[in-house]
């Protein structure tokens, strides 16, 4: 009987058999790229569904959907089932995969279609020939080893070594990180036991920050979004400054936890959403503005980059969190170039981040934008540095 262990080259096989040519950007890609990449979104399918399966609502989806698709196979099937269920995860999910394999997202996109149908056709076909029900489909996903995290998952070595250049140095060689990943983990947890002890003296007892267990080291679990790697807490403006992010976990909607740094963007939003004394300035609209610390465009441009998108999932996360609160996102520039100009583009950022939010599933009507040029400028001009740290953009809570 087929095995999750077996379903990444069963759904290879499959998509040689059944799959469309290639178009759009996949087509553009490099096929080893492309494997690399099936790999992975295969891993990210099989262990959604596999979540999916324990969920009595995702169960019966999942076994009609299975059904449907081996009674008339479609590899570019919809891919709804695993956005559904990935929720504010899924773009983080997809950069990763993109990341790691060297190819974009957009094809990305392509193959989680793909693989999604591929892999209903599959486990439609082992309902079929086994007459399982729901129940007993959901048994199966449930009873299999868990499948390996497709996102930030290291190429293996003979993997590494067929990859093409591009895609080597998108994913990047094992790393000293990367080979002590767990003693990693593990000197987190007992630095983020110390932070506890701080959050729990200083900050309201519902304030729901946790830090990580020390006596569980190890990778974490397939489900959570990780926020960011933990070797990069501290930006390099705070390690200028001699600062170190303490990294405390956020706990989020449906189980979703966050890693983070306790100086973020994301540390600082939800600290002021979950404490019940700090209030929204109604007087000054000056005040409470947070700056974003992972967020970056395109040279002169309002287009956002790829590692734009972790940060804007994790604010897209703690939103949901708090569902009554709303957000002004506001654009920033340096006073170099053109007055009028500047002020366009630092609107067209903000309405960019604030687009890609409500992309990540956060109301539209909880969200606004501006942009204000030159204004506001937190730095010197003259230096190059300084004019850095202007353009920017950042985030108001306008109700809590």
């Known amino acids: 009987m087929a095995t999750l262990h077996n379903m990444p080259e069963d759904i290879k096989n499959f998509l040689r058999a059944h799959g469309p040519a290639p178009t759009g950007p996949l087509a553009a890609e490099h096929q080893v790229g492309v494997q690399l990449a099936i790999s992975r979104v295969a891993d990210l399918v099989m262990s959604t569904f596999k979540?999916?399966?324990?969920?009595?609502?995702g169960r019966d989806s999942l076994w009609t959907a299975a059904r449907a698709a081996h009674a008339s196979p479609q590899p570019n099937a919809d891919a709804d089932l695993v956005k559904t269920a990935l929720d504010d995860r899924y773009h983080g999910k997809v950069h990763g995969v993109a990341t790691a394999a060297?190819?974009?997202?957009?094809?990305?996109?392509?193959?989680?279609?793909?693989?999604?149908?591929?892999?209903?056709?599959i486990m439609g076909g082992l309902v079929?020939?086994?007459?399982?029900?729901a129940q007993e489909l959901s048994q199966w996903?449930?009873?299999?080893?868990?499948?390996?995290?497709?996102?930030?998952?290291?190429?293996?070595?003979?993997?590494?070594?067929?990859?093409?250049?591009?895609?080597?140095?998108?994913?990047?060689?094992?790393?000293?990180?990367t080979r002590h990943a767990g003693a990693l983990l593990?000197?987190?947890?007992?630095?983020?036991?110390?932070?506890?002890?701080?959050?729990?003296?200083?900050?309201?007892?519902?304030?729901?920050?946790?830090?990580t267990a020390a006596a569980e080291p190890g990778p974490p679990p397939s489900r959570p979004y990780t926020a960011v790697p933990v070797a990069s807490l501290?930006?390099?403006?705070?390690?200028?400054?001699?600062?170190?992010?303490?990294?405390?976990?956020?706990k989020l909607k449906n189980g979703v936890r966050q890693i983070i740094g306790s100086n973020s963007t994301e540390s600082k939003l939800y600290q002021f959403l979950i404490d019940p004394t700090k209030e929204v300035d109604l007087v000054d609209p000056s005040k409470g503005w947070i700056g974003f610390d992972r967020i970056y465009f395109e040279s002169n441009k309002a287009i956002l980059t790829n590692e734009s998108l972790w940060?804007?999932?994790?604010?897209?996360?703690?939103?949901k969190r708090f569902p009554a609160a709303k957000v002004k996102l506001g654009g920033y520039t340096d006073s170099s170039g053109s007055p009028y100009t500047n002020l366009r583009l630092s609107?067209?950022?903000?309405?960019?981040?604030?687009?890609?939010?409500?992309g990540m599933g956060v109301p539209a009507n909880r969200l606004t934008s501006a942009g204000y040029g030159a204004l506001d400028n937190l730095a010197s001009n003259d230096t190059e540095e300084g004019r850095s740290l202007n353009r920017r953009v950042s985030l108001q809570v306008v109700q809590k």
């Open 51 to 57: 979540e999916l399966a324990g969920q009595s609502s």
């Open 234 to 250: 501290t930006s390099a403006a705070d390690a200028a400054r001699g600062k170190t992010a303490v990294p405390v976990v956020l």
């Open 128 to 133: 079929a020939q086994n007459d399982w029900t």
């Open 141 to 177: 996903l449930q009873s299999q080893p868990s499948v390996a995290s497709a996102v930030g998952a290291p190429l293996a070595n003979a993997e590494f070594a067929a990859a093409p250049a591009a895609a080597r140095s998108a994913a990047g060689a094992p790393s000293w990180v």
């Open 347 to 358: 609107q067209e950022r903000a309405k960019a981040a604030m687009t890609t939010l409500v």
């Open 186 to 211: 593990l000197g987190v947890g007992f630095i983020a036991v110390a932070e506890l002890g701080y959050i729990l003296g200083t900050r309201n007892p519902e304030a729901e920050v946790a830090a």
């Open 311 to 319: 940060q804007l999932s994790n604010i897209a996360s703690i939103l």
């Open 102 to 121: 060297g190819i974009q997202t957009a094809s990305v996109n392509q193959l989680v279609e793909q693989v999604s149908g591929a892999a209903l056709s």
